[in-house]
């Protein structure tokens, strides 16, 4: 099927760019844009079942003006000291300094301003009409700080805005910047590694406008998907998406030019070369792609709406990639033909000598001990593990510059952390009849004094601790917790004793619900559990079902997958030394798990299946299987390396984000794919394979030899594939 895939690609190249030209015009002139089907509100990717979500929707219903976002605006004195009275009057004066301002969305101050117990802070509560995810309400975010910054101009006090909206136009930018500086970094440094490798700058170009026209066609791709199966897209889609298609898109590109430049030396046309060049990596670019796709479509079985728009989203880049890799980038390659590698002349001679003859050799001669030490460097690094904890701060994730993190910090001089985010019990009647607020009253004192809560909030307009709906018939009682609303004991104490408590001690003939930022996050937690419990396993079994028809064995899908498993485990080890051993953060973003998972797990497969292909493709040449290690690694260790060092210094341009996740997911599949094209691919896997022999292969004869007219390959004069052009 490759070979006249191949042969009518190479032979028909203007005909299929042209038709690559009108889809892509046809694409991005008709599909909607990411930015409409985009979400900020992490509470809208919980399905129903959950209580915080349930406590959203009594909310919205009961208190859908109450319930309206607001901003946090937290003065303080520039030299330190506590407030006085004139700065509680310049504070009192930012009503009428909101008011004139006429800002749309902005309804002015909700109730006066509160100092702290301690003056060193005072916060300033501003109304705004709307949701949190609002786009017109993160839009209104900076002209409320410029007019905050005016009118406290030269008086002594500085401000900062803080808040759910403030934090997403924080993260709006954050998210834009990032994609900017990933995008240059990984364009620089994709031509970078390419010049050195091919030293050509033609080479060197070609992955840089095959992945722009998928890039420009992917998203408009992923939006309709998105409409038409009503899924909500995370805003890191959009980054993550660029890391993915260069990154991959590099590596098939990589597989498809290793093997045109070992068919010219080996005496082929070039248009020759080229068909079979196709013929021989198509099946190794088509399998690698269909065990991401099935990785990535794993995350439809999440109930954590985030993991699920991330997968189809990848998945679909991913063949849009794959089929560019095997129809556009032959076709330009065809009408280029050698000149692909102009200045270099590097293309018509076979080097010998090279390193990784040498690694060859001695995994050939040495398969055991070449197991040994490669495995268990995986191992000691996948001890790390144990140490593991989660991190659900999302003040934590913004970098620390950025205004809304600033306040937060700011805020804690005077208040405890939970005032930024209250913990809200709502009580809904059941029985017809209206609440009795005496009771509620008592049963807010109640909540007011469990452990872990700091007291109450005023939700109600006489300031009481409990707001009644219009109806009478349900109320809201704001709990102030003493502990930061993100850390892991506020997420034990919402999602758990004071759930149970609220439940327990709510009047008869109510229910009692949960609600607000600590108890969503709480949900968040529970569902990423059971989604780490049902994924990994699921997308494991089916790729391992890939490599089994691949392959047509089970025995080395086996050693495959607990290969990868283990490269997974060595690469969370590492990142959990790395950020909270001497980093000392508080835990791993709690995203990172399933998609670092993921992206081990099928980029590690696309390498397992290159090197796994040319040990079958050496065995069916008549080789023993020590000496079919021994040419694996030779001829498909340079590719396996360039793809890893590419890839992985792709997802390391993502430290250079500003963004704790994306720095901490672009160490993490930088070392976990470092390890599974360096250690793993390259010598784990021929290492087993030539210690298993032909039990690698049962049931099949995947080893057999196809044609029992060429001898075994003397490994000394075989042409070697190096990494680098000499």
Known sequence: MFERLGRFVVYNPWKVIFAWLVVAGAILALAPTLDEVTNQDQANFLPDSYESVQALELAQQQFAQTNDATATIVVK????????????????????????????????????????????VELVTVGLVGLAEDQALIDAIPRLRDTVDTALADTGLDSAVTGDVAMFADNADAFDTALVVVGIATIVLIISLLLIIYRSPVAALLPIVAVSVVSAVSPGLIAWVAKFADLQVDPSLEIILTIVLYGVGTDYILFLLFRYRERLRAGDDRKVGLVNAVARVGEVIASAAAAIVIAFSALLLAVFGAFTS???????????????ALTLVPAIVSLLGTKVFWPSKSWQKVPTG??????????????????????????????????MKWDYDQTGQLPSDTESAQGFEDLQAGFPPGALNPTTVYIRSDNGTPL?????????????????????????????????????????????????????????????????LAHAEAPAGTTALVGGVTATFADIRDANNRDLRVILPIAGLLI???????????????????????????????????????????????????ILYLFVVAI???????????LREEARLGNDPRTAADLAVEHGGPSVGAAGLILAGTFASMMLAGVAFLTEMGFA??????????????????????????????????????????????????????????
């Open 310 to 324: 991330l997968g189809p989203g990848l998945a679909i880049a991913v063949v849009v990639m794959a089929i560019a």
């Open 77 to 120: 004195r520039t030299d330190g000291q506590p407030l006085t009275e004139a700065d509680h009057d310049t504070v009192g004066g930012l009503a009428q300094a909101i008011d004139a301002a006429d800002i749309e969305r902005v309804t002015g101050l909700v109730g006066p301003p509160a100092p702290s117990p301690n003056n060193q």
């Open 436 to 500: 009795d607020p005496t009771e509620l009253r008592r049963y807010a004192e109640r909540l007011g004094a469990a452990p872990g809560v700091g007291g109450t909030m005023p939700a109600g307009q006489d300031g009481s601790p409990v707001g009644l709906s219009q109806d009478g018939m349900a109320a809201q009682i704001n709990l102030l917790l003493a502990d930061n609303p993100y850390s892991p004991e506020s997420l034990d104490l919402a999602g758990g004793e004071l759930r149970d």
């Open 604 to 614: 590690g497969t696309d390498y397992n299946i290159l090197m796994i292909a040319r």
């Open 669 to 726: 599949v930088a070392v976990g794919i470092a390890i599974s094209a360096f250690v793993m691919s390259m010598f784990l896997v021929p290492s087993i394979t030539a210690l298993l022999g032909h039990k690698a292969w049962w049931p099949g004869h995947g080893d057999a030899p196809r044609d029992a007219a060429h001898p075994p390959t003397d490994p000394a004069t075989t042409p070697a594939e190096p990494a680098v052009a000499h």
């Open 354 to 387: 090279t390193t990784f003859q040498r690694l060859g050799r001695f995994t050939g001669r040495r398969p055991g001990v070449v197991a040994l030490v490669s495995g268990g460097l995986m191992v000691v690094l996948a001890l790390g593990v144990f140490g």
């Open 544 to 594: 391992a079902i890939v490599l089994a028809l691949l392959l047509r064995s089970l025995v080395a899908p086996i050693y495959l997958m607990a290969a990868v498993f283990l490269g997974f485990l060595s690469t969370l080890g590492a990142t959990v030394l790395v950020f909270q051993g001497i980093g000392s953060r508080p835990g791993l973003s709690f995203m990172l798990p399933t």
